[in-house]
Structures are given as C-alpha cells and as structure tokens.
C-alpha cells in the first residue's frame, strides 16, 4: 500500500502513519512495541513448528543478514550465558585452597604436577607441602632457608631419597649389636634337652587322652570331627575309675611340667616373650585345665532369646538367677553361627534344660530370617545338622534334660509332628505350649504338651511376676520400643564399646607403669572383651544356683522315644470333648472382645462425625468420613453377623455340633476385608492429612483420643485390630480341629475353613513386609548421600556391616609379610541381591558427647558378580578379607572376629541363594 498524507487528513492523525506497511505505526510508540512482541510472539510460534532442518536453514538465514556488530553481539551473548568448564582451578581459587588439595597428594604425585604448567610447578613446590613429608622420616633441613629461597624442603627431601644408607642384618648387628646375648654351646644343648622332655610328656597326654576317649566313645561320634567339641561331649560318659586315673596321671603331668618350665633358662627374644611353636594357647590351657567338679552333673538351665520377641529386652530383665541367656539377632545370622553362640555360652558343659524363645505359630518355628521350621522342612540336611548338634549340647532324656520350645506347636496336629520329628531325631525330649488365649505370647503361660516338670517351663527360666507383666503390656511395648530401638541401638553399642576401653585404661593407668602398659596390651584388650560380654548377659547370673529337678525316671527307661509318642497320644485323646468346648468358647468370648473393639470406632467417631455433618456444623465432609469409615463399618457388620451365628451354634452346644460351616461362610464374604486392607494406607493418609488441614477435626481427635472408652487407644491404633484378627482366627482353628476326632462331621470343614484364613493371612502378611520393605529401602536411600534408587520387586535389607578399608603398601610379598594400612571407614550394605559400599564419616557436635554418622555412596555389586577371598591372620592384619567385584577389589577389616565370622557367612550364603534363583 502506498503510503502519503491525504489533504483530508488532520495532524493528529500523524501518529498512526505506516512505513512499508499500513500496520506498523510510526509514532505512537507504545502500539509499534505491541505490534512488534505479537510479531516476535507469531514468528516464535512458527519456529516451533518447523522441523529441525527447517529451523536450522531459518537460523543460517537470519545470521547471513546480520552486521558484524550484530554478530559480536551474539557472540558477547553467548559468552556471559555459558560458562567455560575447563578452567585451571589454581587460576580461579585462593591459593591456601589449592594447596590445601596439593597436599593430599604423594611425593611422586607432586613430582608430576609439577610438570603440568608453571602455575602448578610454583604451587607444587612450595615448603608448606614439602616440610611435613620430610619430618615425618625425620629429615630436617641442615640449614634456615632465606625468606625469598624457594623449594628448598622439596630439595632436601629429594637429596634424602637419592642417598639412602641401609644396612644388611649382618652389619646392623656388628655395628649395634643384637638383643638376643649369645649363649654357650652346653647352655643351648641343656635347653633343647628339657624342651625335648617337655614335648614328651605332653605326647604321653595326648595319647592317653585319645586311648580313654576312644573305649568309651558312643559308635555314632565322628572320629574326624573338632577335639574341642569331642572333648566336651564324650568326657561326661567317662566311668568314674577312668576319671580319676586319668586325673592323677593330670596332676602329676602338671608338677612335671611346671618343674620343666622352672628350670628352664629365662631367655628373651625380640618382643620380651618365649614363645614355643608347638605349644599354642589353646594347647596350654589343654594341659593346666583342672575340672574338680562331677562331670555327671547338669546344673546349667539356658535359654535363647530371639531379637524378633518383642521388647525382648525385658524378657532378657526377666531371667532368673542361675540360668544362663543368649540373645541372638534374628535377621542376619545363621543355624551355624547360632551354634557358635551356644557353644561359646556353654563353655564344654551340657544344659540340664534349653529353652528356645522365638516367634512363630501352632504350625513352625520362625527361628532366624529364612528358616521357617516346619513339617516340611525339618528333616533338610542343615535343619536336621542343626537340631542334632543343638541336642547334643542338652543332657540325655534319662538324665532329665528336656528342650522348652516357648511356639505353640502343642495346638496343632502339624505342630505335634514337628515335636515328635524332634524327639525322634535328637533323643531328647521336646516340649511346647498347648494353650488356647488369643492375645500376644499368651500361650506360654497356659499348658505345655509334654510337660515333664513340676513346674511350668516358663518360670523355670523367668521369674513369674516379670514375664506377667511382659505377657500383659506386650502389644503396648512393642509398637513403643519398636522406633526406639531402631535408632538407640548403634548408639547403645558404640557407647557400650567406648565405655569398656575407658574403665580398663583408667585401671591400667592408675595401677601401672607406662612400661607395663605397652607389654599388656593385648591383656587390656582382653578385659575390655569380657566387659562388654559380661553387660550383655544377666547381672544376676550364676549367684544362686537352682537345683535340677529330675522328669519322671518312669519316662524313658525302655525306648524314650516310643513312650514319648504314647505319651503325646494318650495326651491328645483325654477329655477332647471338654477341650473342644474350651477352645469354642474362648473363640466366642474373643470374638465379642473384637465386635466390641469395632463398635468404639463406630460410636465414638463416626457417629459424632454424622451428627455434625448433619447439623451443618461439620468437622469433616461427607467424602472424607466416607474414604475413613466406609470399609471398617462394613467390616462391624460382617462380624456382627459372623458373631451371632457363633452364639446361635453355642446355646445349645454338644459334642455333635459343628463350627466349621460358619467359617467357611465367613471366609467367601472376605472381600469386606479385602477392600478395606487395599485402602488402608489411603486411609491413614487421610487421617494425617486431615489433621494437619482441619483444626476441628484436630480437636476432635484430641477429645477422643486414648480415652477410658477407648481402651485408652487412638484411632489409627483401632484400625490395627483386623490385620491382628486373622493371626488369632488360624491359631484358633488349628486348636479346634486338634482336639476334633477324625470321624467327627466337622473335620473337613475345619481343615477347608483353615485353609481359607491361611491363605488369607498370607496376603496380609505379605502386604505388610512388602511396605516394610519399601519404608526400609527409602531410609536407606534417604540416609546415604548419592545413593542411587534402590527401590526394586524382592529386594530387601539382610545385614549391615561396619568395616575398615585397608590398602596393602606391598602386593608382591607373601600374604604373612604384607603390610597394610588403613584408608577410611566403610559400611557395608547387604541386600537380597546386591552389595552397597559406602564411606562412614563419624563427627562429633559442639559441646555432645554423642557422635553422627554420616554415609557416602561408593559402589554397588551384584551378589553373583561378587568374589569373596579370606586373608589368614598375620602379625600385620587381623580379621580382613577382600570383596571383589567387576572392575574393583576391597580390602576390609571387621573389628572382632565373631562379625567377621557372622558377616561372611550370612554373606556366602545370600551368594548361594542368588545362584540358586
């Protein structure tokens, strides 16, 4: 369009004349930007949607239009927005902080750097990084350098490496002597005589000891197995003759020895100590080891005592005097290092009684993670070694030894066949509760099958008003000590650790000299040991002494195992009628205690809750009160029902009625259940997040809340009581069909109702650890810095181990010649399919005695890409193994030598498990 003024046109019309085009105004400034950005915005749009070569041709164009003040203007552009990432960092930082990282650097490394460029060479040669080096080999310079000298300690040190003096041991020994005075031919000659005669007499033992054991020895004993476990096992059996030729011909042999011992010349060595190759500790305490007491005779009760009990520390509080304890860690450890522990515990000796505190229900024992002992796997080769060995440590039927196994196997028909395997397998008698109560770990203080003591088996190991109490508060105090124990337990054992080395250095202080302290240490380290295995053990232990109380001598004396299976039978077949009519009433009776439970929920909040929302005075909306209550009122009324068929049934009860059908009709309505387990976390989800929004409702939990008609419970804490029905329903059954004849009518639907509410409870408890399992790996992950996603399908948590990198200086030697050192702290993180290395820091606040931890990711290995190798203990290194992976090797340490023997054992066979799947 031509552009001009018209004569028609008015001055004020001037602002909205057009060049080139009759839309771009001239002076009216404000409407030529609008009009410019709505172009920019249109070609804008237009760039996005051309395709990639189209955009770079519209790109190359509009750079062959541009002037070459128009092109520096791009190019200035460019350079503030993007940053150059290859800058020498000694141009840029401060010149402390690039030293600061130069002197993390070796000798040879500097060396190197300083060829990089001049920067470098001027940084790397200076004194500050120079001077510690050299004084660290004592090579202090001859002379004071001038202000302005420079490298003079780089000089030095290099002149102090070039002309090393070093001297053979031959001209060491000419030039300073040797600490070892030389001695004449007839002194040495009388010195290697007595040793002779030493080793001699200590043969004659050896031999003698074997002739002993091997009249008496039972046919089945291996004679290749450990002398220390043949020992202890075979030298109760020995006749009372035996004994006492054998402890005279002891006791002479120990006034020999010692008279050799006196008599020979006091001669050191390098480190102060003699030292004899053929007579190691073990070997010592062999010969000075003097048993005055019968060996006939079982005075020991023990008692193991899973981590997994809840709140297993008062459990632990609660054992009386006399009885030896063992608390055993539930997740990571296996039936060989369980052994371990009671072997150490037992020290030789054989239990009169041993009793097995675990978890578990009427049908297996959940021993440690992984083994579930049951009917179907109790004869597999490791479980059958292991309950084996476990018997061996007991004392025979014949003598009243008995094991006390605290899971109720009595109330099931498959639980009394694991009891029965058991006995059959080790030759010792077995026993478990036979009770009935519903409620957490109940069961132990009602009837034990098999019960050969005048006591009850929990009170000869606990004392009865403490573990009361524990039966009582132990829902309470498991869900209170549960978070608790999570995060005081590293602590509590670091401290535990600290306090034993402070009291023992303290003594050692105050009672010695330096001198003595730096020949004892290894005494100290000792003491410290057995400071913190004495605080993890009963502090009333062996003060008094219970007397053993013998089991009926009638039991046993032909075939022990015969008798004990009459025994369980004769058992199982009186009063079964009266028992069936126990067991259905205490089913009635829970069942109204949970009914109850579920109506709190319904008439303390859900009915205030309606009311106000009725009263357009509402504390939550109809969709809230709808996600939270929906599923569990459903679940009121399905038991209500459940419940009055079950009174209906025991009006007129007789040993001809049945219970099966109505559980079989309450197992195909489960689908209530269902709903409300798939929602629960949506539910409590909605409970916090309403409480956090609502101040109402906040007030009104607050009204309501662990109040008298409550139970003193909250409401997330009512919603609880479903999932814990189902493990009392399965436990009921069980001890229902036990004492049901096997021609009775309700048999098969006892078994077909079981086996619903099992299949079921499976479900239930497989959702609960796949969540535990998830929360586990998010703390994880939350805890390491770096860490990568560690949230896959089957992966959980088995063990974490605390351990010590070290760096060998000399890989060509021999393994019992290197040295190594040690670079920092690692914890090792094991999974069900990987290995987590990470680096442990450990600082310490202002004006705290406690330290935190902090974790740095480093690596992650597949178990079936991961090689184990053991290095043997030497002068230089104890307890270290190496991990080996793809690409890198690890050279770690454990602190004591039980958690390297847990770690590589729980450790191998995870390995197994993995090649195996």
């Known amino acids: 369009m031509s ?19 009759a839309w771009t105004p001239l002076s009216n400034k404000s409407l030529n930007r609008q009009l410019f950005q709505e172009r920019v915005a249109l070609i804008s749009h237009w760039f996005d949607l051309w395709t990639k070569k189209q955009q770079q041709e519209f790109l190359f164009t509009i750079l ?29 930082l401060p010149r402390f902080i690039s030293l ?3 002197s993390f650097l070796s000798p040879k490394d500097l060396c190197a750097a300083a060829q990089v460029s001049w920067p470098w060479k001027f940084l790397t040669e200076q004194d500050c990084l120079w001077m510690p080096k050299c004084i660290k080999f004592g090579w202090f310079l001859p002379y004071t350098a001038t202000e302005h000298e420079y490298g003079a300690w780089k000089h030095h040190y290099i002149a102090c490496v070039s002309n090393l003096d070093w001297l053979t041991p031959r001209e060491a020994a000419a030039t300073y002597g040797t600490l070892n005075e030389p001695k004449g031919e007839d002194e040495e000659l009388q010195a290697r005589q007595r040793e002779k005669c030493l080793r001699k007499i200590i043969w004659e033992k050896i031999a003698l000891r074997k002739r002993e054991l091997f009249r008496v020895r039972p046919p089945w004993v291996s004679g290749t197995g450990c002398s220390r476990f043949f020992e202890s096992r075979c030298r109760p059996r020995l006749p009372a003759t ?43 305490r062999g010969v000075f080891k003097n048993d005055d ?50 072997d150490k515990a037992l020290d030789g000796q054989k239990a009169q009684s041993m009793g097995i505190f675990s978890d578990g229900d009427s049908r297996e024992i959940n021993l440690l993670q992984g083994y579930k002992i049951g009917i179907k796997n109790v004869l597999k080769p490791d479980v059958r070694d292991f309950w084996e060995k476990l018997g061996s440590y007991v004392a025979p039927e014949g003598e009243g030894g008995h094991v006390d196994l605290f899971v109720p196997l009595g109330a099931s028909e498959a639980g009394v066949e694991v009891l029965s395997q058991l006995s059959q397998l080790t030759g010792t008698l077995f026993t478990a509760p036979a009770g009935i109560a519903t409620g957490s770990y109940q069961h132990i203080l009602s009837d034990w099958l098999g019960q050969p003591q005048e006591r009850a088996p929990p009170f000869i190991y606990f004392s009865e008003s403490k573990l009361l109490m524990w039966s009582s508060l132990t829902d309470c105090l498991e869900d209170t000590l549960k978070s608790a124990r999570k995060q005081l337990s590293p602590l509590f054992k670091e401290l535990q650790k600290h306090i034993s080395g402070r009291l023992i250095g303290q003594f050692m202080f105050d009672t010695m000299t330096m001198t003595n302290i730096l020949n004892n240490q290894e005494i100290a380290q000792a003491l410290a040991d057995g400071l913190t295995e004495l605080s993890k053990e009963n502090p009333e232990r062996n003060v008094l002494e219970d007397s053993p109380r013998r089991a009926n001598p009638s039991l046993g004396k032909n075939d022990p195992n015969f008798e004990l299976l009459v025994q369980l039978e004769r058992k199982l077949q009186t009063d079964s009628a009266v028992k069936r009519t126990r067991v259905v009433g205490e089913l009635l009776q829970s069942e109204r205690k949970y009914v109850q439970m579920l109506e709190i929920v319904r008439d303390v909040y859900v009915t205030p809750l309606k009311a106000a929302l009725s009263s357009n005075r509402a504390i939550l909306s109809a969709a809230n009160i709808q996600i939270i209550f929906s599923d569990i009122l459903q679940i009121l009324s399905l038991n209500r029902q459940f419940l009055g068929n079950l009174r209906d049934r025991l009006q007129d009860w007789g040993p001809a009625h049945c219970v099966g059908e109505i559980f079989i009709k309450f197992g195909s309505q489960l689908n209530t259940y269902t709903n409300f387990f798939n929602n629960y976390p949506v539910v409590l989800k909605t409970i916090e997040k309403c409480r956090e929004m609502i101040p109402a409702f906040r007030a009104f939990l607050k009204r309501h809340d662990k109040t008298v008609v409550t139970k003193m419970l909250s409401l997330p804490e009512l919603l609880l009581y479903p999932s814990r029905r189902f493990k009392e329903y399965v436990h009921l059954l069980y001890a229902l069909r036990l004492h049901v004849p096997a021609d009775h009518a309700d048999r098969g639907d006892l078994t077909t109702a079981i086996d619903q509410i099992k299949k079921y409870k499976g479900y239930i408890d497989q959702m609960k650890q796949n969540i535990d399992m998830k929360d586990q790996l998010s703390d994880i992950q939350r ?41 920092r702290d690692l914890s090792l993180f094991l999974f069900s399919d990987a290995l987590l290395l990470s680096g442990r820091r450990t600082s310490h606040a202002p004006f705290e005695r406690t330290s935190k931890s902090t974790y740095q990711f480093i690596a992650s290995v597949a178990l079936h890409r991961l090689l184990i190798e053991d290095i043997p203990d030497s002068k230089c290194i104890k307890n270290a193994f190496i991990l080996q992976g793809p690409k890198h090797e690890w050279i770690c340490a454990t602190e004591a030598e039980d958690d390297k023997f847990l770690w590589l054992s729980v450790l191998q066979n995870t390995i197994k498990r993995t090649m195996e799947k």
Not at 10 to 20: C, G, N
Not at 70 to 92: G, H, M, N, P
Not at 269 to 281: A, D, E, I, T
Not at 801 to 813: F, K, N, R, T
């Open 3 to 21: 552009v001009g003024r018209s004569p028609r046109e008015t001055p004020e019309m001037e602002s909205f004349y057009t060049r080139f085009s």
């Open 100 to 102: 600061y990282i130069f």
């Open 783 to 823: 805890t390491i810095c770096g860490c990568p996603t560690l949230s896959e399908v089957n992966r959980y948590l088995i063990r974490v181990q605390d351990v010590a990198q070290l760096h060998c200086c000399e890989e060509e030697i021999n393994f019992s010649l290197r040295r190594y050192e040690h670079t």
């Open 64 to 92: 062959l239009r541009c002037t070459k003040s128009q092109l520096r203007f791009v190019q200035d552009q460019f350079s503030e927005r993007i940053q150059v990432a290859k800058v020498d960092f000694s141009t840029v």
């Open 242 to 284: 035996v004994r006492d030729r054998v402890g005279l011909r002891e006791a002479l042999e120990k006034q020999l020895v010692l008279a050799s011992l006196e008599a020979l010349p006091k001669r050191s060595n390098v480190s102060g100590r003699h030292s004899y190759p053929l007579l190691s500790k073990k070997n010592w």
């Open 293 to 342: 007491s019968p060996s006939h005779a079982f005075q020991t009760h023990f008692i193991l005592i899973s981590s997994r009990i809840p709140a297993y520390e008062m459990v632990v509080a609660s054992v009386r005097a006399g009885v030896t304890s063992v608390v055993y860690e539930h997740s990571g450890v296996t039936l060989e290092s369980m052994l371990q522990l009671i």
